[in-house]
């Protein structure tokens, strides 16, 4: 494997070396990367054959990690195993599949620098490296609160769960933006319908907080939300931005100036982006700045980023990430052929959301448009269930 | 820059994102500003004409004016930190 920058296919090349291959390297072994890394390798099927193209999927991870599996992991529905798959089983054999970590990206000399590995040069980078957790960020987050948005958290909140009998759960949302917008919402209805199950709902106290002035940054999200809270006799507190947290007083303060108490705090915490980023000047907060259509770094030529990482106007979901990866696609191979690209990302997002523990909704949009929530059914959470299991073919590029 | 009334002394530059990000990088803002601190908050949200309001509302932070940046399709928020 050479890693040494080739050129696009036209004659026109832009590499002194006009035989080596067009090397195009996604780092992220994520939604994003894996299903992006099999859309290439049919895309340019002919000139990976003939040794004209040359792709990498670049992973830290030898393991593939579908993380919105967490969600069922508290309830005992799903395990941590549930979630992972080794990466290489679901890369297609004619892509590269490397494990070890990017440090460094060279803009301007098209270099990268690895944590194992000499630097690698490349003709096209897509950087699908997503969100990371930061509840350091909030003092007290880490030490007082629980989560589900990793297998460690998913775990102990799992265990937590199991022996809550009493008191008062608070479901904060403390980090916005973050993964999966919908999962909030959907863990609070479903440990609601999750403690009736068990005959503890009348002996738990439930709130939701969001950090604006409603339950979600969707409006028709928010509504459907605030009705089911109202109905299921959880209550709704908004303009909630955690300060800090007191682990032993099981206290949360506001930067509104307000304090409530908890006996059991699951939050999400906030997420941050990538320090290569940020170091390499694609974006200031370790967001990639991209234009929205075309998913194409703002401030380096042939630099794309998809996924968590890309910061476009819509939600940080597996579903942007999957639908972000076909224009992509198209837009590498166009270059690497030397043609004009015209494919474009219009902003698909598409998350099912869970209305309990039997019966789920969904919703579908695009840029500027307003989601309509259509009404939760048993057929819907059947399909949710469904589509979690066949995520693994989505993954492939076979869905 | 539209501004002449106001002398900020940060400025939150979240055009091109929609609800929630303009009202939650003001909110991330705030928290690190001190008292006295003027913060110019640039939105293309319609929407932060009235979160943004009714955040300081709740949260005790003084709204000192929204002027119209870019002919009805950008803002500039002006706050001070109390």
Redesign the interface.
């Known amino acids: 494997m050479g890693h040494l920058r080739g050129g696009d296919l036209s004659g026109a090349a832009r590499s002194p070396l006009p035989t080596m291959p067009h090397e195009i390297i996604v780092v992220g072994g994520g939604t994003g990367g894996t299903v992006l890394a099999n859309r290439l390798a049919d895309r340019l099927d002919a000139e990976i054959a003939d040794g004209a193209v040359h792709v990498t999927l670049l992973s830290d991870d030898p393991q593939h990690v579908y993380k919105p599996v967490f969600l069922y992991v508290p309830f005992g529905e799903k395990t941590v195993a549930d979630a992972r798959r080794p990466l290489r089983d679901l890369v297609d054999d004619r892509i590269d599949v490397v494990v070890d970590r990017l440090t460094a990206v060279d803009t301007d000399e098209k270099r990268l620098t690895l944590r194992d590995r000499p630097d690698w040069t490349y003709d096209q980078l897509v950087l699908a490296t997503g969100a990371s957790l930061a509840p350091e960020e909030v003092p007290g987050l880490e030490a007082g609160a629980h989560h589900f948005y990793g297998p460690e958290g998913a775990t102990a909140l799992r265990d937590e769960l199991a022996t809550f009998t009493e008191g008062h759960l608070v479901l904060s949302v403390v980090g ?2 973050h993964m999966c917008p919908a999962a909030p919402v959907e863990f609070v209805l479903m440990v609601d319908d999750w403690l009736r199950e068990r005959g503890r709902r009348e002996d738990v106290d439930l709130t939701y907080t969001y ?3 409603r339950a979600h ?1 969707l409006q028709p999200v928010a509504d459907w939300a605030s009705a089911q809270f109202e109905q299921r006799d959880i209550a709704l507190e908004t ?1 909630v ?1 955690v ?1 800090t947290v007191d682990p032993d007083a099981q206290t949360v303060e506001t ?3 307000a304090e409530f108490d908890y006996d059991l705090l699951v939050a999400i915490p906030p997420h941050a982006g990538s320090d290569v980023v940020a170091e390499a000047g694609l974006g200031e907060d370790g967001w990639v700045d991209v234009d ?1 259509h075309t998913l194409e770094a703002t401030a380096a030529e042939d630099v794309y980023a998809i996924g968590d990482v890309a910061d476009v ?2 939600s940080k979901a597996g579903s942007v990430a999957h639908f972000e990866a076909g224009p992509v696609a198209d837009r590498i191979a166009s270059r690497a052929r030397g043609e004009t690209p015209t494919a474009s990302y219009d902003g698909k997002t598409v998350c099912f959301l869970e209305a309990g523990t039997d019966a789920a909704t969904f919703i579908e949009f695009g840029y500027g448009d307003e989601p309509t929530v259509r009404p939760a059914s048993k057929m819907l959470h059947w399909a949710k269930l469904g589509y979690n299991e066949s995520y693994w073919l989505t993954a492939r590029g076979l869905l | 820059m539209s501004n002449t009334t106001y002398e900020p002394d940060e400025t939150v530059d979240a055009r091109g994102a929609t609800c929630p990000g303009p009202l939650m990088d003001l909110i991330g803002k705030v928290k690190e500003s001190d008292p006295g601190t003027v913060i110019e908050l640039r939105t293309s949200d319609s929407g932060s004409k009235t979160d943004v309001p009714e955040w300081l509302d709740e949260a005790g932070h003084d709204l000192l004016g929204i002027e119209d940046a870019e002919e009805g399709s950008e803002w500039d928020i002006y706050v001070e930190v109390t």
């Open positions: 916005v933006p950090p604006i002035q940054g303009f931005n300060e930067v509104e100036g929205k106007p819509t």
